[in-house]
């Protein structure tokens, strides 16, 4: 009896990020790899909170957009994405963005068009936009 409680005790646990993980802390820590410059693995079963800005902004004090162009993706592994009112936004960019088996609550994916050459917010001219398996409740 002695040596089975010895052995369960000493056995490895996995524990899972604590619930409300930050979708933001988890790009900006998120490794290139299979040809993303961010690919983001997400555990299933954990909630992820809070928006991601994916691409370049406007800067309005030099009137220039400032362009960020990476490849990201979600591998989401049924993860939940708690948005709190916020939005997955993919702007003025032409990388790929790609999302799949999670679940959105509380928000939205969105994507802002960007010309290429600055002359207008169109739709774009992107590489690839890809969504699977996700339900926005």
Not at 2 to 31: E, F, H, N, Q
Not at 117 to 125: E, S, T, V, Y
């Amino acid at each position: 009896m002695r040596i089975v409680l010895l052995a369960l005790i000493s056995l490895p646990v996995a524990v899972p990020p604590a619930a409300g993980v930050s979708l933001k802390a988890m790009y900006d820590a998120a490794p290139a790899a299979h040809g993303y410059d961010k690919y983001i693995e997400l555990q299933t079963g954990v909630v992820y909170t809070g928006g991601l800005w994916i691409g370049g902004t406007f800067n309005r004090i030099t009137a220039e957009f400032e362009i960020k162009n990476e490849d990201v993706r979600i591998a989401g592994n049924g993860a939940i994405l708690d948005l709190k009112g916020q939005e997955i936004c993919i702007a003025y960019t032409t990388g790929r963005f790609d999302i799949e088996n999670c679940v959105i609550l509380g928000g939205n994916v969105r994507y802002r068009g960007y010309d290429g050459d600055g002359a207008g917010l169109l739709p774009p001219r992107i590489t690839q936009f890809s969504i699977s398996n996700l339900p926005v409740v």
